[in-house]
């Protein structure tokens, strides 16, 4: 079946710093890929993605790039601020039955420290 | 602006009095769901709505039930709550013209005493 592997957190980093959560998948085919976000007391938010091979998916400076030959789907962002601090899932969709669900990664926690 | 809204966001109960939660959107989507969410973990499916047709995940337990009277609501009831169903309570939905993309409400957090 489906599956998303993440990086296990938490992980704190200083203002500026270069930000990399890692995020790998097994599925067929070619599903859609997500990156969500949880800010603290929140529901998700949609904050990229991409739904083929090679598609880069950007939002607010984070970025992630859906990589077919190495099934990750990698959060990248050049200089995070203490805003960014919350909870990221990766998640992905499926083409074959119960394709509207989604399968989400365990989340990982980032601290931003000032 | 078009949402999802969660009502309320802040439910306490008491240890087997029934309660029920709600979930309205404006986006006009066919497809709603409801997913459990404990501390530090990833959201958990119950159960969703695909139109008028319900999807019961296998592993939900029976002391959680759905309504979905129109396509704006969508209620979730927990028959019998324990201390274990104490969580946030997230209400999503989706739509196939939008790539079952899924837009999230602010969620309602119970506490069972």
């Known amino acids: 079946g489906n599956s998303v592997t993440q990086m296990e957190g938490p992980v704190t980093l200083s203002e500026e710093a270069f930000l990399t959560i890692n995020c790998t998948y097994t599925a067929t085919g070619y599903p859609s890929l997500f990156w969500y976000v949880q800010y603290p007391g929140e529901g998700l938010q949609l904050l990229l993605k991409a739904t083929k091979a090679d598609d880069k998916g950007s939002n607010k400076g984070f970025e992630a790039t859906y990589r077919k030959e190495t099934t990750s789907f990698h959060l990248e962002k050049g200089s995070v601020q203490v805003s960014d601090s919350a909870v990221y899932f990766c998640?992905?969709?499926?083409?074959?039955?119960?394709?509207?669900?989604?399968?989400f990664g365990k989340g990982t926690k980032l601290t931003v420290n000032p | 602006d078009a949402m999802v809204i969660q009502n309320p966001r802040y439910q306490v109960t008491q240890f087997g009095k029934p309660v029920t939660l709600s979930c309205s959107q404006t986006l006009n989507h066919n497809v709603m769901y409801w997913y459990q969410q404990k501390s530090s973990q990833a959201p958990k499916l119950l159960f969703h709505?695909?139109?008028?047709?319900?999807?019961n995940e296998a592993d939900t337990p029976d002391n959680f039930q759905s309504r979905r009277p129109n396509t704006s609501f969508c209620f979730l009831d927990i028959r019998s709550p324990g201390l274990g169903d104490a969580a946030m309570y997230l209400c999503?939905?989706?739509?196939?013209?939008?790539?079952?993309?899924?837009?999230f409400g602010p969620g309602t957090r119970l506490t069972v005493t």
């Open positions: 999503a939905t989706s739509t196939r013209t939008s790539g079952y993309e899924q837009y």
């Open positions: 998640a992905l969709r499926g083409l074959q039955g119960g394709s509207e669900k989604l399968v």
């Open positions: 709505y695909y139109d008028k047709d319900f999807n």
